[in-house]
């Protein structure tokens, strides 16, 4: 007779059931021994965080920029340094502009060059973040001077310089070292006219007129000085 296998389906619905562990039966001298053997053992998984990395903190060094040279001397060779600045009649149309100052009081300054002191030529300069105000001070000067558009002439020169900066080291013994680096430039040369008519800027007739008074007054006093002796009374 023929052995036959009576399998039960599983219904549609029902759970699926737990796999069973398979027992192998292992014979020894002393007995056979009943190993439980699981198809579907996985290990434990460990968790591991790792700490996050902290960034590497770097110091900046400190930096010291020097003060540029200068395109125009503060006084001019000719003229005494130590004297009073009213008294410096050469340069003064050689101007160095800086964000310190206002558009407005530039525009004051060379209007008075021009008109009170007689100069026809302005040499104005800047460097780096101080070239805008240049351009509105070039645009802003001609519409305000009494002369024609066609008599205002404008030159533009650019151009690169080099400047120094020192870097402190954090170590005290360590030694202060330098670097260079390069900044712009722009120089606009205002005209009018040739810008070579006028002969420099007007003298101080008030001053003059002073000087001719105390000479005057001089010369009239120069006679012999005679003085008269009090009476004496007994």
């Known amino acids: 007779m023929s052995n036959v296998q009576n399998t039960k389906k599983r219904p549609r619905n029902s759970p699926p059931t737990a796999k069973k562990c398979k027992k192998l039966k292992l ?21 591991v965080t790792e700490a996050p990395r902290q960034p590497e903190t770097t110091t900046k060094p400190l930096i010291h920029k020097l003060t540029p040279a200068r395109p125009f001397p503060i006084v001019p060779t000719s003229m005494s340094a130590s ?33 009170k002191d007689g100069y026809k030529t302005l040499h104005l300069s800047a460097m780096g973040a101080a070239i805008p105000l240049l351009l509105q001070l070039s645009l802003a000067l001609p519409p305000i001077l009494p002369f024609a558009p066609d008599e205002i002439h404008t030159e533009i020169h650019t151009g690169t310089t080099e ?18 680096r390069a900044k712009s430039t722009l120089k ?30 001089g010369e009239k006093s120069s006679g012999p000085i005679v003085y008269d002796e009090p009476e004496q009374v007994d």
Not at 192 to 217: F, V
């Open 83 to 115: 004297g009073p600045r009213s008294a410096h009649t050469e340069g003064k149309n050689l101007i160095c502009i800086t964000r310190n100052t206002s558009l407005g009081a530039y525009m004051r300054r060379c209007k008075n060059l021009i008109i």
């Open 27 to 47: 014979s020894t001298a002393d007995g056979p021994i009943a190993v439980d053997v699981a198809s579907t053992s996985k290990p434990k998984e460990t968790n």
């Open 188 to 217: 606009v040369m205002l005209k009018i006219g040739d810008g070579e008519s006028s002969a420099g800027p007007t003298r101080n007739t008030k001053r003059r007129r002073q000087g001719k008074a105390r000479e005057e007054a």
């Open 163 to 180: 400047v120094q900066d020192e870097i402190l080291p954090d170590d005290e013994d360590e030694d202060i070292t330098y670097r260079t």
